[in-house]
């Protein structure tokens, strides 16, 4: 799902301040509600950490490549 439309899911059942959370709080927020299957948010944690890893791997080899001269 994208931003708006876990926005608005979550406009649609009286969640408070949810204009203010990013997508994987709101996620994690309608997850907790039991908007949303356990099974999609864990998929999406799942992805986002993967993601994370990935960006964390690519820092640490641009690293190494640097050699100062």
Not at 11 to 37: F, Q, V
Not at 43 to 65: D, F, G, L, P, V
Request: net charge positive.
């Amino acid at each position: 799902m994208k931003l708006p439309e876990l926005k608005s899911l979550a406009k649609e059942h009286d969640i408070k301040g949810s204009s203010y959370h990013n997508r994987p709080e709101l996620i994690a927020l309608l997850g907790e509600k039991g908007l949303l299957s356990n099974e999609y948010v864990e998929k999406k944690n799942r992805n986002r950490e993967e993601r994370e890893e990935k960006k964390r791997r690519k820092a640490k080899s641009e690293q190494m490549t640097i050699v100062p001269g």
